[in-house]
């Protein structure tokens, strides 16, 4: 074999499917009746390699763990527990410590096990294949196969490499994990257009697809990284993981904070330093103190608390989150991205129209399960004998198996076939009667070559019948009459290829169905040939992959939240526009095809993704552009899917979503989140769950920042101003403590505002303070720093030392802090009311928990000892929480005066 040939094996030439099974064998150097010799084979291996695909280094467990402190805010704690721990203060830096290590802990644990999606993909390859080599049929192990070799495929077979098939009798391969197609895709030798995407290449058999029935032939023209299998491992692996929206935010707002402190420490020295003359040690320390204040040490956990009830509550509707932060993306999500078979449909197939000479009829149902009705014009059908003798044919017609198993209905076979036997059931026919009463004598099997499938059967009087079903054009050619309920009459032709049409551009799987009395055909055995020109035909049955109805109401939902959903299949463009509409997905009428996307360049591509939202034979490339082109245009993307296909999507996607039952294992390690029960209408509840944990986390940082500004602030106004300083930094980290963890984590359990589903998402890109947060923090900061400075000037002014002064300042603060959190549970809304605290059992725990740790952090000892506090007198307490009132009502007030100016806004705006 020459060079020119080598270099055209594996990887050179890709369009296989586009050329002859004899040009094939010749540009493989290979004789498909002998196989490839023994030492040609092991050469080949030598130069190839096995067919495996390559593993991917993995991460120790150390390295994930030390990945959690990558975070800036991490940094600026671990850099303030240092500057601690040198001064001495073990305390404090014991505390800042504690947070970081329990916070990394929390997100090791949750995120788990680690990544196996290329691991996923190499347990779907073949573990032998029956290869012919030497003029010998034998087994080898499917890693030794070669370019060249030739494989042979039977029914329950799985496909070991990638082949291209050189002989065929009735194949029909199962590709829904590569393609999305939700029916077995017929085989043939043909060649097909170059361009033709993966579903079309009928003449090739891909790698870790399974033979549904027949037989075949094939060459193999790649293995290993070389196959379509390997292409998506390929993909899958160079695509790195997003960070989530939070967490880009959470990093802008770390490395915002740290900025601000170091300016404002750095201007704070200068001036203590040089205009006050304070010494060195003095002022550092209160820069220091200033530091840790505007720091919220307890932020982190927050985030991670939060973010892990989030998770909990999800798991009870049905979605497991695989990584922590995509709780939050769900919130943030304005497109999802859905695959269509069994996603937004079943992955069942189902007969949704039956068309007779008479009349046509819509048949209820979902998927194989028999329950539904056959409907005429809205209403149940009366009886009608054409109908019953459609369901007699689709019955006795019939090879495939319907079981029910654990409440769920499993065909074996065909899934067309298995889809006539409960459509049967619903016009009223017993399967074990009908089978009893007219039993098989012979049969025509269905072949891809004939298209039709034809019964011999025989009833207890003897009398015999044939039953035949099949493609409508094969079928009408053999029909010379129609049934009617007055018995058989001449055919209309024209009818029944004008309601085939109808039905095929409603995107329905066609088949007629037929039958002939006394057909004389007892003494021989059957062949395709024997099937007569004089049938009659029954009628034309219309078969889809219907959509789930909770689908179609989640659709709804997410559209009335401003998420827009968008399909993106490997199914004809055809059915895909007819889900589509169903669902409400788009117009019902646009639709691009994987070929039209290829065509697009990015920029074009990214104009394309805002029009349309139907996107037909995409391949897994198709998928991972789109999804690119849909974040360049600022989105925030879910994809959803359960094939191998959508996997790279998946990982690309802000978050991806894979089906946890029928999904496949490489598709479900790909993604952030998978769906129990693969229901789309799961995905709606966990966006429900995602915004209001962004909105939890959000009220969790208004409530935090406005005490470290007041903190920071009390420092500040103390070296300005020249007078004591009112609080202590071992005080300033006891009520950041106090209040991230007992108030603060009363936030994360915050149950949903009604009103969340109706609110767009989040803009992409948008700062976690916006400038509503960053007023409301000055605000609440000033206002905390005039309460506390006022507790402690009132103190002073009655001769009190400092520590009871300071004491005060502290509990006056804390406080505040109680009554801002029943401010903060609405951002905006009145809180005005005893109804509005009721929504949340953990509130009065946690309120409950302060006055117990401020009366512990006044009054014992040891932490008198500690903090350098001092017992307050009892009349002084009144005072204090009548200024903590004083402060929930003007925080109330501000919020009153926001509301109306929201409210006159679209009034200016229109005048």
Request: include cysteine; proline fraction near 5%; charge should be negative.
């Amino acid at each position: 074999m020459n060079e020119a040939t080598n270099a055209r094996l594996q990887g050179e030439f890709a369009a296989w499917y586009a050329v002859t099974a004899e040009e094939t064998a010749q540009k493989l150097g290979v004789n498909p009746q002998s196989g490839l010799g023994i030492p040609e084979a092991d050469e080949r291996l030598q130069r190839y390699g096995p067919n495996r695909l390559p593993e991917a280094g993995k991460q120790s467990l150390l390295m994930k763990f030390l990945g959690q402190f990558n975070n800036i805010l991490v940094y600026v704690l671990l850099g303030a527990g240092f500057v601690k721990l040198m001064l001495g203060l073990w305390i404090d830096a014991s505390i800042i410590l504690g947070v970081v290590v329990i916070n990394a802990l929390l997100g090791f644990i949750q995120e788990g096990k680690a990544e196996k999606a290329l691991d996923s993909i190499r347990n779907m390859l073949s573990a032998e294949a029956r290869t012919l080599r030497a003029s010998e049929t034998r087994m080898i192990a499917s890693d030794q196969l070669v370019p060249g070799d030739v494989v042979l495929l039977e029914s329950g077979d799985k496909v070991p490499a990638d082949l291209r098939l050189t002989d065929v009798k009735n194949l029909r391969m199962e590709e829904a994990a590569l393609t999305g197609e939700s029916v077995p895709s017929d085989k043939s030798v043909t060649p097909v257009a170059a361009n033709a995407t993966v579903g079309d290449r009928h003449s090739m058999a891909y790698s870790g697809t399974l033979v549904v029935s027949g037989r075949g032939t094939g060459l193999v023209v790649a293995t290993g990284s070389e196959t379509e299998l390997g292409r998506i491992n390929q993909m899958l692996a160079a695509v790195s993981s997003l960070e989530t929206p939070l967490l880009r935010q959470i990093k802008k707002f770390g490395y915002a904070i740290t900025a601000v402190i170091f300016v404002i420490g750095a201007l704070v020295f200068a001036y203590g330093r040089w205009v006050e003359g304070l010494p060195f040690v003095e002022i550092f320390q209160a820069v220091v103190g200033i530091a840790v204040s505007l720091i919220p040490e307890g932020l982190p956990a927050i985030i991670t608390i939060t973010l892990a009830i989030g998770v909990q509550r999800m798991a009870q509707r049905n979605a497991i989150i695989r990584r922590l932060p995509a709780v939050e993306t769900l919130g943030s999500v304005s497109r999802i991205c859905s695959d269509k078979t069994g996603t937004l449909t079943l992955m069942e197939m189902m007969v949704v129209s039956a068309v007779t000479a008479e009349t046509t009829y819509q048949v209820e149902g979902d998927g194989y399960a028999p329950d539904g009705q056959v409907l005429r014009d809205g209403a149940p059908a009366p009886q009608d004998p054409v109908l019953d003798l459609m369901g007699r044919v689709s019955m006795l017609c019939n090879d495939a198996e319907l079981r029910e198993e654990e409440g769920l209905w499993k065909v074996e076979g065909d899934p067309t076939e298995g889809a006539l036997y409960p459509f049967a059931t619903k016009i009223g026919l017993e399967r074990q009667a009908q089978q009893t009463a007219y039993r098989r004598v012979d049969a025509i099997p269905f072949e891809s070559e004939h298209r039709f499938m034809a019964t011999l059967n025989e009833a207890a009087d003897g009398s015999q019948f044939l039953l035949v079903k099949g493609a409508p054009e094969v079928i009408l050619e053999h029909c010379d009459r129609q049934q009617t309920s007055n018995g058989p009459q001449p055919i209309d032709l024209a009818h029944f290829l004008k309601a085939s049409d109808q039905l095929a551009a409603q995107g329905e799987r066609v088949l007629a169905l037929a039958w002939l009395e006394h057909p004389g055909l007892a003494d021989r055995n059957l062949s395709p040939a024997d099937l007569p020109k004089t049938l009659v035909l029954l009628g034309l049955v219309g078969l889809l992959d219907p959509p789930r109805k909770e689908a179609i109401e989640a659709v709804k939902e997410c559209h009335a939240g401003g998420i827009r959903v968008t399909m993106i299949t490997g199914d004809h463009r055809i059915t895909a526009a007819a889900i589509a509409k169903m669902l409400g997905i788009g117009d019902g009428k646009t639709a691009l095809t994987g070929v039209e996307v290829e065509a697009m360049d990015n920029a074009t591509l990214q104009e394309a993704v805002q029009k349309v939202d139907v996107f037909a034979r995409a391949s897994p490339e198709h998928k991972l552009r789109l999804v690119k082109a849909i974040q360049a245009n600022k989105q925030v993307v879910a994809m959803t899917g359960d094939g191998v296909n959508d996997a790279p999507a998946l990982k690309k996607a802000d978050i991806g979503v894979a089906m946890g039952i029928k999904g496949t294992e490489v598709t479900k390690e790909a993604a952030e989140m998978v769906l129990a029960d693969d229901n789309f209408a799961s995905i709606t509840a966990a966006v429900r769950e995602g915004r209001t944990v962004y909105n939890n986390i959000e009220k969790a940082i208004l409530f935090m920042l406005p005490t470290n500004v007041a903190q920071a602030a009390v420092i500040m106004v103390a070296i300005l101003a020249g007078f004591t300083m009112p609080i202590t930094a071992p005080q300033v980290l006891w009520v950041n403590m106090v209040t991230s963890v007992a108030l603060g984590l009363v936030i994360s359990f915050e149950p949903h505002e009604l009103d969340v589903m109706r609110r767009p998402p989040g803009v992409a890109g948008r700062p976690i303070l916006t400038g509503f947060g960053i007023w409301r923090v000055i605000f609440v900061g000033l206002s905390l720093l005039a309460l506390t400075l006022w507790s402690f000037f009132w103190m002073k002014a009655q001769d009190a030392p400092d520590e009871l002064a300071r004491t005060v300042a502290v509990n006056t603060l804390t406080i505040g802090q109680i009554f801002y959190l029943l401010n903060t549970r609405y951002l905006v809304d009145s809180s005005l009311s005893i109804t509005a605290h009721l929504g949340n059992r953990y509130l009065p725990m946690g309120i409950v928990a302060v006055v117990v740790l401020q009366l512990l952090f006044t009054y014992a000892l040891p932490l008198q000892d500690l903090f350098g506090t001092m017992a307050i007198p009892q009349q002084i307490w009144p005072w204090l929480f009548l200024g903590g009132l004083v402060f929930f009502l003007v925080v109330e007030a501000e919020k009153w005066v926001i509301r109306r100016w929201r409210a006159a806004k679209p009034a200016l705006a229109t005048t």
